[in-house]
């Protein structure tokens, strides 16, 4: 098999000088070289933007061009090509320039010895190498970019398998955030219903193939639009595939999701203005005999109802307040024993026909947070609120649990036994007007703004606040205030 020649192409005015080049690296048994030589810099610029070339070894001083410019043209013209520069012993400073503005090596024509080959080799690898890191820095800008899109994006190799998973992409389709890398796509796409056979996607000769993703199962439902695109190679065969995702629940469900204020909070207080226009009614009509009976019950329906409008009310001064002003965080010390405590009097007075239960555990060394009482009580209700009034079981147990994670931090852990939050909430439920309904009814006490108001707070504290969550099995809020 013939061996690949190195092709050099050498830019040199002066025949001596070139004649001495050619001499040396005739005389390395190992390679072999196509060596092509120019005189001028118009003529290598020709050359270099029509002709692949291993390398460019260029004199300075042509008959068209002096000094640096002539490097700088040929880079210019070039940019991936290595170029060596070949200069007089006067010339050294300037060479040296040259190798800071992106020459790979230069060469003192009176200094050359038999290192030349080496020093050529050096050259090619170098580039390459700078080649590479710039590929390198490259993928790693795009694959950021893809990381932080909205949209779902999963690459897959020739057989399927996944390659690549963005963090939407994860979240939209449940998979793993460890053990995604080499699986099937058919089995990251089996929990869903398809609008077409995955088996008919993957063998259409189409370039790009539209469909719908749906889990239908859960309540909210999930829909995605999807658009499978097949690179394939001269002969057909599949090289690798890139599958498009994005959520399209909140254009399915229209009227349902458009969850506007108006419409939010219109569905939220009808519930309980139907119930006191009912008892009004019932006031009107029922005989004297019978109101010394019936009054405690219908008063008491009144005021339930009362206070659920009140707390609406409350979360929408909350939620206007901190939309609209600078939460500022103040420097006190809270008890968390003692505000666990008084918050759950308040929960379960708020819902006196569901037993609740809340289990506290707070270490001995996480016992207080450098964080106003009634910000910390503020943040617990919210959250065991949100845990008490989407519980699905006729007992509601929640634990609290409280402990050091530094010098500086404390992390608060709020569990329930509850439905679970779908995955794809998991970015949207600390957003303003936002609650885990398939439809925005008054049937679920609130607006959505709990959390959102939760997370400000904790924000404001330099804290964070995640959660994490299992449909069927509970949710766990976690959060972090600064230590006293």
């Known amino acids: 098999m013939e061996e690949k020649r190195t092709r050099i192409l050498l830019v040199e005015d002066d025949a001596d000088d070139a004649f001495l080049l050619r001499e040396m690296l005739a005389e ?136 690549t998973a963005n963090h939407a992409a994860c979240l939209l389709l449940n998979l793993p955030a460890d053990d995604w890398r080499g699986r099937p796509l058919g089995d990251a796409l089996a929990p869903f219903a398809l609008s077409r056979p995955l088996a008919e996607l993957q063998a259409s000769g189409e370039r790009v193939e539209a469909f719908e993703i749906a889990r239908l199962h859960t309540q909210p439902p999930l829909y995605l639009d999807a658009r499978l695109t097949g690179l394939r190679d001269p002969s057909g065969r599949l090289v690798s595939s890139v599958l498009m995702l994005r959520d399209v629940t909140d254009e399915r469900r229209q009227r349902e999701a458009r969850a506007s204020f108006v419409m939010m909070v219109s569905h939220k207080l009808r519930t309980p203005l139907s119930v006191l226009l009912a008892c009004h009614d019932l006031v009107q009509r029922i005989p ?56 759950t009097e308040q929960i379960a007075a708020r819902y006196p026909l569901r037993p609740i239960e809340v289990a506290a555990d707070v270490a001995p060394d996480a016992a207080h947070v450098a964080c106003s009482t009634e910000h910390l009580e503020l943040i617990l209700g919210k959250l065991l609120d949100n845990a008490a009034k989407f519980a699905d079981k006729e007992r509601v147990r929640i634990s609290v649990r409280a402990e050091r994670v530094d010098d500086s931090w404390v992390r608060l852990s709020v569990s329930d036994d509850g439905p679970g939050i779908p995955h794809e909430y998991y970015d949207r439920i600390f957003d303003g007007f936002v609650q885990v309904e398939d439809i925005p009814t008054g049937q679920v006490p609130g607006l959505g703004v709990g959390l959102y108001i939760a997370q400000k707070v904790v924000q404001a504290y330099g804290g964070t606040i995640t959660v994490h969550s299992q449909i069927g099995k509970g949710s766990t809020f976690t959060l972090t205030l600064p230590a006293a």
């Open 288 to 343: 004297p005999d019978r109101m010394t009976a019936d009054m405690p019950r219908i008063t008491e329906m009144c005021s339930t109802e009362l206070k659920r409008m009140v707390h609406i009310v409350q979360e929408l001064l909350d939620f206007k307040v901190l939309s609209t002003t600078d939460l500022r965080a103040e420097a006190e010390t809270a008890d968390i024993a003692a505000a666990i405590a008084r918050v």
């Open 28 to 163: 390395v048994p190992s390679a072999q070289f196509a060596i092509e030589q120019v005189e001028r810099l118009d003529e290598a610029l020709q050359r270099v933007g029509s002709e692949p070339f291993d390398v460019v070894l260029v004199d300075l001083s042509l008959p068209d061009s002096q000094g640096l410019a002539t490097f700088t043209e040929i880079h210019k013209a070039a940019p991936d090509l290595p170029i060596v520069v070949l200069t007089g012993l006067d010339d050294e400073t300037l060479a040296v320039k040259a190798v800071q503005e992106g020459a790979q090596d230069y060469l003192v024509k009176a200094r050359v010895r038999g290192d030349l080959f080496i020093r050529l080799c050096y050259a090619i690898e170098r580039q390459k190498a700078s080649h590479y890191r710039a590929l390198l820095v490259e993928r790693e800008r795009f694959d950021t970019a893809v990381s932080h899109m909205s949209d779902g994006i999963v690459v897959t190799d020739g057989d399927w398998r996944i390659t």
